[in-house]
């Protein structure tokens, strides 16, 4: 048999929209008389792209086809790196198209599919291998020549060695930069995860308030519906009152006449009341008066603050004594109005 090499299998059942993924290396899919069909198939000069519809024919399972050929084994995981890079691809691209994984789609025997074409084809791939052992003659007498330029490639290598390694260098000064990058990123995404959880805190409070008012729903309706009773009560109570001042409105300059025949029937009585006030109470007593009030303001300080109440003066002019004259001679004797 070739070099053992890793296929990259998809199991697929597009009725319910199915797949896995699994790799196989090929010394365990091609064993006994089908190993033939992957000896002639397996060639470096055949590229991996013909490689594989090659070996699909060689299957008649329509729910199982090689995706692609890997020349990483698959002994003991060290080489699954490799190989995840080529399944992650395709598994992305099949769950972009609507399908999903099933680990239980994998379970394949190989059963090849003996036609007249695939018998063709593997006539011509051994014509064309016979073709090629006659080319690797040719091969032998390059040899020498190949040599002397692999001697100057290798003092070549040792020259870009030695920049690889200061390149290295400087790369792993970077690389310890990118470290700290990371570890300050990853602080801040710690720290978002943070508020992610608080944010969720609130979340859950805010949810249960709303199902604490989803349930009392029907209580907050009954409020607004005796609300909107209550207000429509109160609507046709202001328009009642509205109605009242309006009414009240209109007699308002009727009031204002009667009240100002009132003012001047006041005015008439106030002058004949000082004009018989006046007839009574001599000069010499509106004076005394005058004295006393000065003396009264004096004496309750704390009272009156020094300043005449104005009801004192218009009482001693109503009695006859000229204003002006009350005014000058509080002033005199340091009284405020």
């Known amino acids: ?35 033939k069909y992957f000896d002639l198939v397996d060639s470096d000069e055949i590229c991996i792209a013909e490689e594989v519809v090659r070996l699909n024919k ?8 090689i995706i692609t050929i890997l020349d990483a084994k698959n002994h003991y995981n060290r080489d699954q790196k490799q190989i995840n890079l080529f399944k992650n691809q395709y598994i992305d691209e099949l769950k972009l198209k609507g399908y999903t994984w099933n680990e239980d789609l994998d379970e394949f025997k190989v059963e090849y599919n003996d036609t007249q074409e ?18 690797q003659e040719k091969i032998i007498k390059v040899e020498k020549i190949f040599n002397d330029k692999y001697k100057k490639l290798e003092e070549d290598y040792n020259n870009k060695e030695t920049e690889f390694n ?27 995860l943070r508020i992610i959880d608080d944010l969720n805190v609130k979340y ?17 309706e009954k409020y607004v519906n005796d609300y909107k009773t209550v207000n429509k009560s109160l609507t046709d109570e202001c328009e009642s009152i509205n109605k009242t001042i309006s009414e009240l409105l209109k007699n308002k300059e009727s009031l204002n006449n009667d009240i100002q025949l009132l003012e001047s029937r006041k005015n008439i009585i106030v002058a004949d009341i000082n004009k018989s ?6 000069k010499e007593e509106l004076n005394q008066k005058l004295d006393m009030l000065i003396e009264m303001i004096r004496c309750n300080k ?17 009695l006859g004594m000229e204003k002006n004259f009350i005014i000058n001679k509080l002033e005199s004797n340091g009284i405020k109005i």
């Open 1 to 35: 048999m070739g070099t053992v090499k890793t296929l990259l299998c998809l199991f697929k059942d597009d009725e319910k929209k199915e797949f896995c993924l699994r790799n196989r290396n090929t010394d365990y899919l091609f064993t006994g008389i089908n190993k």
């Open 58 to 65: 060689c299957f008649k399972n329509n729910n199982f086809s």
């Open 118 to 135: 695939n018998r063709e084809i593997l006539e011509a791939i051994e014509n064309y291998r016979t073709l090629a052992t006659l080319y």
């Open 166 to 192: 200061i390149k290295i260098e400087k790369l792993n000064s970077r690389y310890n930069s990118f470290n700290i990058e990371c570890s300050e990123i990853n602080d801040r995404i710690n720290k978002g």
């Open 204 to 220: 859950n409070r805010l949810d249960n308030d709303c199902k604490y008012l989803e349930r009392n729903k029907e209580t907050l």
């Open 277 to 282: 006030i006046s007839s009574f109470v001599g």
């Open 302 to 318: 704390n009272y009156y603050n020094d300043k005449c109440p104005l009801y004192e003066i218009e009482h001693l002019v109503n």
